[in-house]
């Protein structure tokens, strides 16, 4: 049994954690003995590890935020989930680890037989993107929505879940060799940020949608790509950012803001799980499950690896040069 287990943090994440062995746990009344199956790398696990995100658990802690397992042993009292069922993993249960403990009462039932490694990332992407796209804006068919970090893990399901509604989207990624893999996963228009042969990126996203009016802008870089986003946006569009990739805080133009009336909002999943009601979370979760479950919804994967692999993984994931998700998987449980 390998955990994936951090003493101090360091803006060098690899640096800091390391795959440590530990001994079966003994089972309390109520718990059940986990096998993780798959669970994703992030960029939140990484600023986690960093320092820089907006929740830190207290030293030492185990990496990772979500994932799926399967239920290989009962404690006393115990008589569900079944041997064997796909579960969801607890937030904040640290799920970079071939196995790990919870309360039986506190585990979502997945369905057997999907991929576990989509299901892994149904509790931090999927939900975000899918928000995005409908707590802030009423979008109707046909509507144009832009992006930017469009190669990322939001940005690849925002592209799936809005050409499922009809939407279009303009996709702002940083390098030309994105471009085709997103056109490819169903992108309307992909462009390379910034001013490209002498045009910026607002006059390229209006030729290239015809003049469209674009009515959310979704960005997650922060930096200058913020006020790019907004200068593509339409009269009274709203600009909703989660996330500061760059570093960097937003910068937006009071020209952007006072002539175009445009509104800025954040978003933080992390906020939304405490104030959505369970019957609004059991809606959204209940909507990813069955698109995935169709294989109509589904994330990119750039590579995957064992526990053992943490450091290398945890390289390739804050790198930078990825074209999908990294994903923490057991083999041997997923075989």
Same mark, same amino acid.
């Given at each position: 049994m390998l955990k994936a287990e951090y003493q101090t943090r360091s803006l060098v994440p690899q640096d800091v954690i390391e795959a440590v062995a530990f001994e079966k746990p003994i089972l309390a009344e109520g718990q059940v003995l986990l096998e993780m199956l798959a669970a994703p790398i992030n960029p939140s696990d990484v600023l986690t590890l960093t320092g820089q995100y907006g929740i830190l658990p207290p030293l030492p802690a185990i990496g990772g935020n979500?994932?799926?397992?399967?239920? +290989?042993?009962?404690?006393?009292?115990?008589?569900?989930?079944?041997? /064997?069922?796909?579960?969801?993993?607890?937030?904040?249960? #640290?799920?970079w680890a071939t196995h790990m403990v919870a309360k039986a009462r506190s585990l979502v039932q997945l369905p057997n /037989?999907?991929?576990?490694?989509? =299901?892994?990332?149904?509790?931090?992407?999927?939900?975000t993107a899918h928000l995005m796209l409908s707590e802030f804006v009423d979008l109707q068919k046909g509507d144009w929505?832009?992006?930017?970090?469009?190669?990322?893990g939001v940005g690849s399901y925002l592209i799936s879940l809005a050409k499922l509604r009809g939407l279009k989207t303009v996709? +702002?990624?940083?390098?030309?060799? =994105?471009?085709?893999?997103? =056109?490819?996963? /169903?992108?309307?228009?992909?462009?390379?940020?910034?001013?490209?042969? /002498?045009?910026?990126?607002?006059?390229?996203?209006?030729?290239?949608t015809g003049g469209a009016v674009i009515k959310l802008g979704i960005d997650a870089v922060g930096g200058a790509a913020t006020s790019r986003l907004g200068e593509a946006l339409g009269e009274g569009a709203t600009l909703v950012n989660y996330g500061a990739m760059s570093g960097e805080p937003c910068t937006l133009a009071p020209t952007i803001i006072i002539f175009k009336d445009i509104t800025v909002r954040g978003f933080w999943l992390a906020k939304w799980y405490r104030t959505a009601s369970p019957d609004r979370q059991k809606e959204v979760f209940g909507t990813i499950i069955s698109l995935i479950a169709a294989g109509k919804l589904a994330a990119?994967?750039?590579?995957?690896?064992?526990?053992?692999?943490?450091?290398?993984?945890?390289?390739?994931?804050?790198?930078?040069?990825?074209? #999908?998700? +990294?994903?923490?998987?057991?083999d041997e449980a997923i075989a």
């Open positions: 979500e994932g799926v397992a399967k239920v +290989v042993e009962h404690g006393p009292g115990v008589m569900a989930p079944e041997l /064997g069922q796909t579960v969801l993993l607890p937030l904040g249960i #640290g799920t /037989g999907v991929d576990p490694i989509q =299901l892994s990332m149904i509790t931090v992407n999927p939900p929505v832009i992006q930017n970090a469009a190669n990322s996709n +702002v990624v940083r390098r030309e060799s =994105l471009v085709e893999p997103i =056109l490819a996963a /169903g992108a309307d228009v992909v462009l390379v940020d910034g001013v490209v042969d /002498g045009l910026s990126l607002a006059e390229r996203v209006n030729a290239a990119p994967i750039h590579a995957t690896y064992n526990v053992r692999d943490i450091k290398e993984a945890l390289a390739v994931a804050a790198g930078g040069q990825r074209t #999908g998700k +990294v994903v923490i998987i057991n």
